[in-house]
């Protein structure tokens, strides 16, 4: 452990020296989310392999830093770069944490084994009531419709008014 941290301290003091950002004195997940958030993916790279950190581990850093950073593109490309080890749920959840309501709702539909219930709740915590129709209509719950009905503002009469015709359908 002792030769684990005079590794990770000489990586700081080396990379803190070379690019005058300072490194030195933080945690091997601070250190991580520091390069991540200054796009240094040579040092990133460097820093999995020589610490032997687990993808998940480093999928779960590097989505929350994104996050925190409001990078969301770079976060919705790391979400396709490959299968995600640890699932896409994290991603809305750490996006949820941090208020990002608008950028959650395009990992649910990214989810799976998750049940109906649970991604229709998903969609009415981020005020996504268009999704949510859509889902309960697919999934013909003519009592999540009225449910949905009653939370859509007053100011939003297509969405009442889809609702109603969804209703009527089923």
Do not use: W
């Amino acid at each position: 452990m002792l030769n684990r941290q005079a590794k990770l301290y000489q990586f700081q003091e080396d990379f803190s020296a070379q690019y005058q950002v300072e490194l030195v004195g933080l945690t091997m997940d601070e250190t991580l989310a520091k390069l991540i958030s200054t796009q240094q993916h040579k040092q990133v790279t460097k820093i999995l392999k020589t610490f032997k950190i687990s993808d998940k581990k480093y999928y779960h850093i590097k989505c929350k830093t994104l996050a925190k950073e409001r990078k969301f593109d770079e976060l919705y490309n790391f979400a396709q770069e490959r299968k995600s080890p640890i699932g896409y749920l994290p991603f809305y959840n750490y996006l949820m944490k941090e208020k990002h309501k608008r950028e959650a709702i395009v990992y649910i539909s990214m989810l799976s084994g998750v049940p109906y219930s649970k991604r229709l709740q998903m969609h009415l915590k981020c005020g996504s009531f268009y999704d949510a129709i859509q889902l309960a209509t697919k999934e013909k719950d003519i009592q999540s419709l009225k449910k949905i009905y009653n939370l859509i503002p007053s100011n939003e009469p297509q969405l009442k008014t889809l609702v109603t015709e969804n209703m009527s359908k089923l």
